[in-house]
């Protein structure tokens, strides 16, 4: 067990001496002493003397030439950085990505941005799930750039014909969070367009033609072939139709 006498002074060397060094503890039974109360980003030096239990004390280690000493770390840093630029403006809208541009600032320096969506179903925001780093192995979504880069998100996990709604997070190199993720309105938000239609019509069937007055109601003629056929079916709708003659036999 050890009794605190002071807490020492910063190691000041003038000339090679130390200057201004007080005791720190007194009985300290082991060879070990954790000095605790100092004062963060300061150097502190240390020397030692041995007593027995009639009192006797050692010389000092060489306090002038050998005094080890340590500096104590700078305080942590909990500084949050601000939320990003309330603005988040949509950069770019394909039916396959969207592109946003967030923008923080910190007291260190922002290390990443986390991007949220949430699908939005007849007006009503879902739940916002963070989306996966563009860089493996990131605890954020997105790295941020220099600062005069513009910071830019592409969203490439989109559906077509979708609307999202986006919010955005700074995260800096402590792994401070900004207070809030922005917007909080829920106000930005993209409308994937549409891929267009890709399915087409079924075939058509049971094509005939006539040039004789035996099919339905037509009234062939001597240079006239009339054909018909049975419509077909679309997921939109047919448009048209197009027919294509072989040569003559």
Known sequence: MSTVISTTVPLRQLGGCIKNASQVAANVASTTYTNTGLVASTKYGYYVAALDAAGNESTKTNAEANATSATTLSPPDTTRPTDPVRQLPLQSML?????????????????????YRAVVTNGVVGTYTK???????????????????????????????????????????????SLHRVPQDNSTRATTPSLGDTTPPSQPHNVRSFTTQTGPALTPTANTITV??????????????????????
């Open 95 to 115: 039916s396959k990505s969207v592109c946003l541009g967030p923008r923080a600032l910190d007291n260190v320096s922002v290390a990443g941005y986390n991007v």
């Open 228 to 249: 018909t056929w049975d419509p077909s079916t679309d997921n939109v709708g047919v448009s048209r139709y197009e027919l294509y003659r072989k040569a003559p036999d």
């Open 131 to 177: 989306l996966p780093p563009s860089v493996s192995g990131d605890p954020y979504t997105l790295r941020a750039p220099g600062n005069t880069t513009p910071v830019t998100y592409s969203d490439g996990l989109v559906n077509p014909s979708t609307t999202y709604s986006y919010q955005v997070e700074a995260v800096d190199s402590s792994g401070n969070l």
